[in-house]
């Protein structure tokens, strides 16, 4: 009895990874249990009309195959050899119809000619019942024992499942210390949540463990059974064995869908349903993977083997065509339902990535089933023996595939939600390090999810065969498309890369580093040379880019060479902006943010660039100057300023108190802390500078900070005003010499004093 567990044990793992397993089991034992027919036998056979036509036809049958498998080796060859490696969906559905149809008429015919010929002595039926009616005793009462078993099984992984529900259900209200979670607190909460969950997913793979070691142990007793009543010498248990093996398969695959939507017990259940939704979801996804299972790896091998392969065949078609319409009428009855879940999921999900998938999911979901289906008859109908891995192995992949890409895109989502963050001492040398770095990440998360998509799509297709994902890769065309992701993929992260560290280097040279902060001139200098090297890089990463494309840029190098010179021949004036430019910049003219008047306008120099410079005014006033317009540069804060001021005062006055006075208001302007530190030297009197029809001018001169004249001149000036105002020294104004006129013996006409007499009588006081 321990060498029968053992085979068993060794069977049931086999028949977990191979589903083929049982067909190969089923072909070994017929070729042990069919001997070579004799030569007397193969000329009753000739000799016979009957037996001759059912040869001939078993013959064709053969070459036909013979030459669809030659056919079908053609083709995957072609398909190696093609540099795509892309097998098109519509000629492999083709030709599977085409091969489904020419069975199905050779099956029908074999089948009539069977029952045209049933009772008779060549009948092709005629005592293989009676051969394997022991085995199908055994048959029948392992199937007997194996559900006999299962019952009582599954009566006791019930109470278990009742326990492990009510283990779930009870909320855990302690922590890990054993002190109870304050109800208050966040931390607690969320602990309590993830204890929640953590006990729910323990409950339900424990579930699901009891329900496959009932499984396993029914199957076990079924064996049992049939190693206890067959005959190994005339292989009467091969159909016990057979059955045993799919019902391992399918009972596994059962468990896994009452472990989604479990009926009885609400907190086994993965799924978030109602009890009467997971009920109806779980009584039809069982029925047909019942029908589906039993009818592929029992009932098709056993009546091709007991009465003949078009019958068993027919047979196999018939069920499946009523798991087709079966499957068909569900999906579209609970098409609506399902798809107002899907949405309602979609408008609750926590992330736009899984709405929109759900919301796409929504509205295809019935259309994948369809197909699901369809696919699923056509290949139990193709290839009967290796229907039901094929389906397995294809559905299993395309889930992990979706699943795993469904999660890598979740990541990168919430990686691009987040902020990169730099370190404090990074972000003081390099200020827009930290900006650049987040602005690389957006495009490159969206090229990875891309990646991802395309991957996960490949994957589904050549899951289904549709697409042969090994051999594309394998083709002189799959590995150039990689090899060209792979190349541009480099071009452009060697690219970024040495604009990150130009533009890094950049940064760092004109912000403050170690109390040094960057001149004007090479702030210029550097913004010119970042603008020129972002050219560049740019151009050159474009044309890159274009040759490993596959693009001959020879024509566009040559072509642009044209266009510059036909530029520089018509634009003359452009070249003359960017010399003019290129020799005031050398010569330190001009910088950003100096005073100057350049063109007839003074102000504040905003920007330059390579061809012209943008001149600010006080007036607010923007003016874009070209460099071939400017013959002269008048810079007013370079190396030092002035505080230039010719100060009149009338001829009554005293020079010497005037000039003291001056000295005065210069020592009260120096009293101020910040305009003293912008005064360089002492103040220049020279002396007086001239004599007119006013008064008499004292020139001043205060000697600044290059662009703090102007500031020193406004202070400077109040205190002037303030000192001449207090010392009463006047600061003259226009005078006019009034002339009466003559007459021609030179007598003048003397002047009315009545208006000055009238305004003194009025103000009741004399005139000034």
Request: charged share 20%; net charge neutral; glycine share 6%.
């Amino acid at each position: 009895m321990s060498q029968y567990f053992y085979k068993f044990v060794l069977a049931v793992f086999l028949s977990l990874f191979l589903a083929a397993g049982p067909l190969q089991a089923q072909q070994a034992t017929e070729a042990e249990a069919s001997e070579p027919p004799s030569y007397s036998e193969l000329l009753k056979a000739l000799e016979d009309p009957a037996e001759r036509d059912k040869l001939i036809a078993q013959l064709r049958a053969l070459e036909q195959a013979k030459q669809d498998a030659a056919a079908a080796d053609g083709s995957a060859q072609r398909q190696l050899e093609q540099p795509s490696g892309i097998a098109v969906l519509s000629q492999r559905l083709g030709s599977s119809l085409q091969a489904v149809t020419a069975q199905l008429s050779t099956d029908i015919e074999l089948t009539l000619r069977a029952f045209s010929h049933l009772g008779s002595s060549d009948g092709v039926t005629e005592g293989k019942l009676d051969a394997w009616l022991p085995a199908l005793r055994i048959l029948a009462l392992v199937i007997a024992a194996t559900l006999v078993a299962y019952a009582v099984l599954r009566a006791i992984a019930g109470v278990l499942f009742g326990r492990l529900d009510t283990w779930i259900r009870t909320k855990p209200v302690q922590e890990a210390g054993g002190s109870p979670a304050p109800a208050d607190s966040a931390q607690p909460r969320y602990r309590l949540r993830r204890l929640t969950l953590s006990r729910k997913l323990l409950g339900v793979l424990l579930a699901l463990i009891v329900d496959v070691a009932a499984t396993l142990l029914a199957a076990l007793a079924g064996y049992v059974v049939a190693a206890t009543l067959s005959d190994y010498s005339r292989s009467s248990g091969v159909f016990a064995y057979q059955f045993l093996t799919a019902f391992v398969l399918i009972e596994v695959v059962k468990s896994v869908s009452r472990a989604v939507f479990a009926t009885r017990y609400d907190q086994l259940r993965l799924l978030p349903l109602q009890p009467e939704t997971a009920a109806y979801w779980n009584r039809w996804i069982t029925l047909l993977i019942a029908l589906t299972g039993y009818c592929l790896l029992v009932v098709v091998p056993v009546g091709q083997t007991v009465l003949a392969p078009s019958i068993g065949r027919l047979i196999g078609l018939v069920i499946m065509l009523c798991v087709y319409v079966t499957a068909l009428r569900v999906v579209w009855s609970q098409k609506t339902t399902v798809r107002a879940g899907l949405m309602q999921r979609a408008d609750a999900a926590e992330t736009a990535v899984f709405g929109t998938l759900l919301r796409a999911l929504a509205r295809t979901w019935h259309w994948l089933a369809f197909t699901y289906f369809t696919v699923l008859l056509v290949a139990s109908q193709a290839e009967q023996a290796e229907a039901l891995a094929f389906m397995m192995a294809a559905t299993v992949q395309s889930v992990i595939a979706v699943v795993v890409g469904a999660l890598a895109s979740a990541a990168l989502i919430r990686l691009q939600s987040r902020h990169i963050s730099l370190p404090e001492n990074w972000n003081r040398n390099l200020p827009l390090l930290e900006r650049r770095v987040n602005s690389y990440k957006d495009p490159t998360l969206r090229g990875i999810h891309l990646a991802v998509v395309v991957v996960v799509l490949l994957l589904v297709l050549d899951a289904w065969r549709a697409f042969d994902l090994a051999a594309w890769l394998d083709s002189d065309r799959g590995r150039a498309t990689v090899a060209l992701i792979l190349r541009v993929g480099i071009v452009l992260a060697t690219a970024a890369l040495v604009w990150t560290v130009l533009a890094s280097v950049i940064e760092h040279r004109v912000g403050a580093r170690e109390g040094r902060r960057a001149s004007e001139r090479e702030k210029t200098l550097l913004m010119l040379l970042r603008n020129a090297a972002a050219i560049v890089i740019v151009t050159m990463t474009v044309l890159v880019v274009l040759s490993q494309l596959g693009i001959d840029i020879g024509p566009l190098i040559a072509g642009a060479g044209v266009v510059g010179l036909a530029i520089g021949f018509g634009a003359q004036k452009l070249v003359q902006d960017v010399i003019t430019g290129v020799f005031i910049q050398l010569e330190n003219g001009m910088n950003q943010n100096d005073i100057v008047e350049v063109a007839g306008h003074f102000g504040t120099v905003e920007k330059i660039t390579v061809r012209s410079v943008v001149i600010r005014t006080l007036d607010g006033g923007y003016h874009l100057i070209p460099f071939s317009a400017i013959d002269t540069v008048s810079n007013h804060t370079r190396d030092f300023g002035y505080h230039f001021a010719e100060y009149n005062i009338a001829h009554r006055e005293d020079v010497d108190r005037a000039v003291a006075e001056l000295g005065a208001a210069f020592k009260e302007l120096m009293k101020d802390p910040e305009l003293a530190a912008e005064v360089l030297e002492d103040i220049e009197i020279p002396g007086v500078t001239a004599l007119n029809e006013r008064g008499f001018s004292v020139r001043v001169l205060i000697k600044t900070r290059p662009g703090s004249q102007w500031m020193v001149q406004r202070a400077f000036n109040r205190h002037v005003k303030q000192r001449f105002d207090a010392a009463g020294i006047e600061l003259p104004y226009p005078q006019t010499v009034v002339h009466f006129g003559r007459d021609r013996e030179g007598h003048t006409a003397e002047v009315n004093v009545r208006a000055v007499d009238a305004v003194r009588e009025s103000v009741q006081s004399p005139p000034a």
